[in-house]
């Protein structure tokens, strides 16, 4: 079946970057994505990929995918206080249009 | 455009009970799939609906249920609830539209604690 891992925490200074990765074993996905979800809310669409693109930008979100070694990343620039969330990754699954998510990143913007 | 709700925001129940958690799908949108998310994890796929059908199963046991009316929006069932049913239950709907992104919107969740 199709797994998703993820880092669990990531800490950064506000106005740097941040780099969350993630990895995934369904080769034949399609798109990918990425979703914030704030303390006690549920998930926010931010950004998706489709499988056939190596990058892509959206403000201050940058998506890398790497299909060869199964690896997403999201780059965060400029980040600020209202970024600390918890990012998921998340792929297709096997049933259509479910989804397999990742454990999910915890991110803390320290001032 | 309204977005998908869910009601209620939160449940206290005990073990042994029954609880119906209820998902009003984004407007436009006919398939309405149901995630379980314990605390600190991701969201795990319970199943799916498309035009009031049952379209995939995730692992939950069968005491796991639900329903899609006319109008696309579903109600998740959980019989003889366990304490490990814990969790923020989370409904999230879609477009089934062939080269669609098959994007999920999702709900608010309602938060479940078992007792």
């Known amino acids: 079946g199709e797994d998703v891992e993820q880092s669990l925490f990531l800490s950064v200074r506000e106005g740097d970057s941040s780099v969350i990765n993630c990895t995934y074993t369904d080769s034949s996905s399609t798109y990918l994505y990425w979703y914030k979800q704030e303390p006690g809310a549920g998930l926010q669409l931010l950004t998706y990929?489709?499988?056939?693109?190596d990058m892509k930008q959206d403000q201050r979100l940058t998506v890398l995918l790497n299909k060869k070694d199964k690896h997403l990343s999201l780059r965060i620039a400029d980040t600020q206080t209202g970024d600390s969330a918890i990012y998921f990754c998340?792929?297709?699954?096997?049933?259509?249009?479910?989804?397999?998510f990742g454990p999910g990143t915890r991110l803390s913007v320290l001032p | 455009e309204t977005g998908v709700t869910q009601s209620p925001t939160h449940l206290i129940k005990t073990r042994g009970q029954q609880v119906t958690l209820r998902c009003s799908s984004q407007?436009?949108?006919?398939?309405v799939s149901w995630y379980q998310q314990a605390l600190g994890q991701g969201p795990q796929f319970i199943f799916q609906?498309?035009?009031?059908?049952?379209?995939g199963r995730g692992n939950f046991p069968p005491r796991f249920s639900g329903l899609q009316f006319p109008n696309y929006s579903s109600e998740l069932n959980v019989n003889a609830l366990e304490l490990d049913d814990s969790a923020l239950y989370l409904c999230a709907s879609s477009q089934s539209l062939t080269g669609s992104t098959d994007t999920q919107y999702f709900g608010p969740g309602t938060r479940l604690t078992v007792l």
């Open positions: 609906y498309y035009r009031e059908e049952e379209n």
């Open positions: 998340a792929e297709r699954g096997d049933y259509g249009q479910n989804f397999v």
């Open positions: 990929i489709f499988s056939n693109m």
């Open positions: 407007s436009g949108h006919n398939t």
